[in-house]
């Protein structure tokens, strides 16, 4: 059972960082895409970050130049940095993961989830 756990969310005030882990279990998505998503208040689920199994990265046009994504294959595990934070980043953070190795920003092509990790940046 595949299971994927983030960490890391938390309370911070605005143009300060937070750094996101996610640890995937019960398989192994060295060579495949692993991401972010979130989603506010009242407000659609949106791609923030993906990162292919070699290295490549998209970034939503919001977060580029402030948030950087990565991944350690060892660990399973792929992380979101998030700096210079704006009240508009508040959302719960979900981690996601495919069994294919397109990256893609669309929701529905994510197998797999995590529970998601509250961030929320205070102005």
């Known amino acids: 059972q595949v299971q994927l756990v983030e960490s890391g969310g938390g309370l911070v005030q605005a143009g300060g960082s937070l750094r996101l882990s996610c640890v995937a279990s019960?398989?192994?998505?060295?060579?495949?895409?692993m991401g972010w998503f979130r989603q506010a208040p009242g407000k659609e689920r949106e791609f923030v970050a993906a990162?292919?199994?070699?290295?490549?990265?998209n970034y939503a046009d919001s977060v580029k130049g402030r948030f950087t994504i990565s991944r350690d294959n060892a660990k399973n595990t792929v992380y979101l940095q998030m700096n210079s934070l704006e009240p508009e980043d508040t959302a719960v953070y979900y981690c996601?993961?495919?069994?294919?190795?397109?990256?893609?920003?669309?929701?529905?092509?994510?197998?797999?989830w995590g529970q998601g990790t509250q961030v929320t940046v205070s102005s």
């Open positions: 990162i292919g199994g070699y290295g490549f990265k």
């Open positions: 019960g398989r192994t998505f060295s060579y495949y895409p």
């Open positions: 996601v993961a495919r069994h294919s190795l397109t990256v893609t920003t669309t929701s529905s092509e994510y197998n797999y």
